[in-house]
């Protein structure tokens, strides 16, 4: 893991470079108080203030060989979390301070988020380069801003991690590992009593061969006292589709199956890293959704944890089956607030595309804190629609409901109506439809998994609950 805290550091007075920040309105006022040459400098390089994340090496005096930036930003008084991220990457190794007083914020966590790789299968990685460390005088925001970037490095490298390496019990020991560092409480549950307590649990992941056999993960974090918050993460770390297999185009990225587990562990460690007075109540069911003689099929009926039962329309439903035992598990608590994180639907892509995760609430106060540490934390999610008509969809002749919907139409709705039956009457819950991957790079954040609607849910956590640490 990247030493995040290396890269972001206290403004003590240190010797460092320079960074100016102009932007489009105010660009032709900074360069008018700039030099000649250095005026005719940046005109030979074309530099003109109105492209984000253009720079400029400058030297930083006659004759000197310090050499100072200049770098574009859409808004000089609201940075965003990338404005910086392209410097993090591009600028020689180095201290950097903002000129004018100015802080980083943040845009604090593009810069450390655009130095870290998952090169873990690269027989020749990049050469390795030395830290650019940025100032910040805003000391009381270090250590949160280091907190989002470590969690938001953890989903994407979990996320990056091949099947092969991340199975269900890689993805218990991801947990056990930060358990012990948490001094948090963990069991685990499989076996003869995985069928027994989470039957749908049990059913997905049957097929797989016995070293990645299914299980329930729990850890529990926090005073008793403090009200209870349930995290719950899908983790199903490859998913075949099953009998109802899918395509080769399908199946190619479905390592990432597991991105909602993912998600879920990072919310976790934000949680206790911020000390938040909550009691952290975390499950994660693990699965893989293999092809073989004992697989579940279409046309089976499942008895659920809760009792209900569940009749197989299509065995690519399957991320909701297991979040539906885990639901039931967490209501038996009577949480506060019930979270889950699933890279559920197809659907949910093809309407929102794969920047911005569905959020589907039964609480309109959670809802407006989520949306509302959404954009505070530039983290988009949309709210769509528990949409109570479209329950019809999910009947089934034989069993109380059915696990896929009849209709090809509002599948992330369907979906998350199944969700829904789970969470008991009056328990506030929130679901989060994300993508856990990003197609094409961008400054600081590189293709391949991604964090998407994390830092929006922390954002929410702490209007909501508040928080242990002081904030600034």
Known sequence: MTDFAELLQPDRGQDARTIHLVDKAGFDDWAKRQ??????????????????????????????????????????SS??????????????????????????GPAALGWLLEQHRFDRYKTKPAPERGPRVL??????????????????TLVRDLVDTPAADLGPAELEQAVRDRSADWGAEISVTKGDALEQGYPMVAAV?????????????????????NPRVAVI????????????????????????????????????????GGRLPVRLHLLIPAVENAVSGNAFRPGDVLTARSGVTVEIDNTDAEGRLILGDALTR???????????????????????????????CN????????????????????????????????????????NSANSPMAGCVTAALFLRRFVPEGTAWAHFDTFAWRPSAKPGRPAGGDALGLRAAFAALERLFGSGLPRP
């Open 135 to 152: 100032l910040s005088g805003d000391a009381a925001r270090i250590g949160e801003t280091v907190r989002l970037a470590e969690a938001t």
């Open 35 to 76: 030099s000649a040459s250095r005026r005719a400098l940046l005109a030979a390089m074309h530099f003109e203030g109105k492209t984000p994340y253009q720079f400029a090496i400058l030297p930083a005096g006659q004759g000197s060989d310090e050499f100072e930036i200049v770098a574009t930003v859409a808004n000089v």
């Open 233 to 272: 993460g899908k983790g199903v770390c490859f998913d075949s589709g099953g009998l109802d297999i899918k395509p080769a185009s399908g199946m190619r990225l479905m390592k990432k199956d597991m991105g909602g587990a993912a998600h879920a562990l990072a919310l976790a460690g934000l949680i206790v």
């Open 363 to 402: 609480d309109e106060p959670v809802a407006e804190a989520i949306l509302a540490g959404a954009k505070a934390v530039d983290d988009p999610v949309w709210r769509m629609p528990l949409w109570d008509r479209y329950e019809e969809m999910l009947k089934s002749d034989i069993a109380d409901f059915a």
């Open 205 to 225: 992941g049957r097929a797989a061969v016995p070293q990645r056999a299914p299980r329930m993960i729990e850890l529990t974090w926090g005073d008793p006292k």
């Open 330 to 360: 967490a209501g038996e608590e009577k949480p506060a607030l019930m979270i889950d994180f699933a890279t559920l639907t197809g659907a949910a892509r093809v309407a929102l595309g794969p920047d911005l995760p569905p959020l589907f």
């Open 79 to 104: 940075l965003s979390p990338w404005c910086l991220a392209k410097l993090g990457q591009a600028l020689p190794e180095a201290r950097y301070r903002l000129a004018g007083g100015h802080q980083p």
